[in-house]
């Protein structure tokens, strides 16, 4: 039966996570997959989620079925946090799903089943798992240009040059906020422009939204997909709150569709739904729970929010110092771009022969593509991190 296997090709950046626990240094460091870290290196449960479980615990009577749209409370409170208050809810729809990654494919069936044909447009580059999520529910994907590696910066002219050309009909994937892998973002006068092209080229708008909160604040990342919501008749969104609620392996994500009308709406969620049924049926309810618990009482709220700013804050500080850390090593600008991203992470620009030195001679742990976690970052370690990254550079 399975005589005729070839092992499967290792995703990168997971593979990462086993190289990394079987190295014996002491002193390696871990810029690999993107999970928060604070400063001991430790990726805790936020008090506000871990009271919520408390809660969940003492008064949780039944573990029976919720449904395939899983917890409705959680998908209203998520719906309000990304689109905001104002946004027009009866268009509106939300089903929980296992994480963002849940999300994304969800999404895909839905486009699968709505425009069969179409073709999904990614940023160079993506989060690489966007690309076979995104075939594997059977869609073409193809890219349009997006980071300058030279700069740091966005090619916006490019990007909007080559989104000109995209058949009417296609989707557009945006990345909401801090994009994976480069941390180099749009302003919100080029979320204009870009919705503008996509309303006049009839492309649907796709936004994923993996790290809200954890750029320019809550309301801030999210402000890009809201200035697309208050144009376009129709979107899709997939959220994430593995990283925002540092909830990972409890799997809380979810995909949300805006629709010309809610009987519109309600047609695309249950085909939205009745994917789900056929993929894994419902979503575990966990981590989804505590999340809503959260979302839903005004002092757990605002102490996640607290929390997660003291997160927000503390990478922005670790960019800085590393900047200066590799201006002063370098004796350039070259890297002064990792000051100006948002985001857990940034490109650096090193080849992956460089990638791979920084790993076998100084315990450097990245993604080939010089992706870093900037939450990963050894406090009070950074000169001699800039130290290590700067002696591979010839
Ligand atoms: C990452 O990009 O490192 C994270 O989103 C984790 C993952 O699943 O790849």
Redesign the pocket.
């Known amino acids: 039966m399975f005589e005729k296997l070839q092992p499967a090709p290792a995703d990168k950046?997971?593979a990462l996570i086993g190289l990394f626990r079987a190295d014996p240094r002491k002193d390696k460091v871990d810029l690999g997959?993107?999970v928060y870290k604070d400063g001991n290196g430790g990726t805790p449960v936020m008090r506000a989620v871990r009271e919520a479980e408390q809660r969940l615990y003492k008064e949780q009577s039944t573990k029976t079925y919720l449904g395939l749209a899983g917890d409705t409370g959680f998908n209203a409170a998520m719906a309000k946090l990304v689109f905001g208050d104002s946004a027009d809810a009866s268009r509106i729809r939300a089903a929980q799903a296992p994480g963002g990654?849940g999300a994304l494919r969800l999404v895909a069936e839905l486009l699968k089943r709505s425009r069969p044909d179409a073709t999904v447009w990614v940023s160079d580059p993506t989060?690489p798992?966007h690309i076979p999520m995104m075939r594997g529910a059977g869609l073409q994907v193809k890219e349009y240009p997006y980071f300058d590696a030279a700069t740091g910066g966005v090619r916006f002219d490019d990007m909007l040059a080559a989104l000109k050309q995209v058949p009417a009909g296609d989707v557009v994937l945006l990345h909401g906020c801090c994009h994976?892998p480069t941390g180099a973002n749009l302003a919100a006068a080029q979320w204009q422009a870009v919705t503008e092209l996509l309303l006049e080229r009839q492309l649907l708008p796709f936004v994923d939204l993996?790290y809200q909160g954890f750029g320019e604040g809550l309301d801030a990342d999210a402000e890009g997909l809201r200035i697309v919501a208050a144009k376009a008749p129709e979107m899709v969104v997939a959220a994430s709150c593995s990283k925002n609620f540092a909830v990972y392996r409890d799997r809380v994500g979810a995909a949300m569709i805006v629709a010309k009308d809610g009987a519109q709406a309600d047609i695309a969620l249950s085909n939205m739904l009745s994917a789900a049924r056929s993929i894994y049926s419902m979503p575990p309810d966990h981590g989804a729970a505590a999340v809503r618990i959260v979302l839903e009482d005004d002092a757990l709220r605002a102490d996640w929010q607290v929390e997660l700013e003291e997160m927000r804050t503390r990478m922005l500080r670790l960019r800085v110092e590393l900047a200066d850390a590799l201006r002063l090593q370098s004796n350039s600008n070259r890297f002064d771009f990792v000051a100006h991203h948002r985001g857990m992470f940034s490109r650096l620009g090193l080849t992956p022969q460089q990638v791979e030195r920084l790993r076998v001679e100084h315990g450097i742990y990245m993604v080939d593509d010089s992706r870093i976690n900037v939450a990963g970052l050894p406090e009070g370690k950074i000169t001699e991190l800039a130290k290590a990254i700067v002696s591979v550079l010839d």
């Open positions: 950046i997971l997959v993107g990654s989060w798992n994976n993996a």
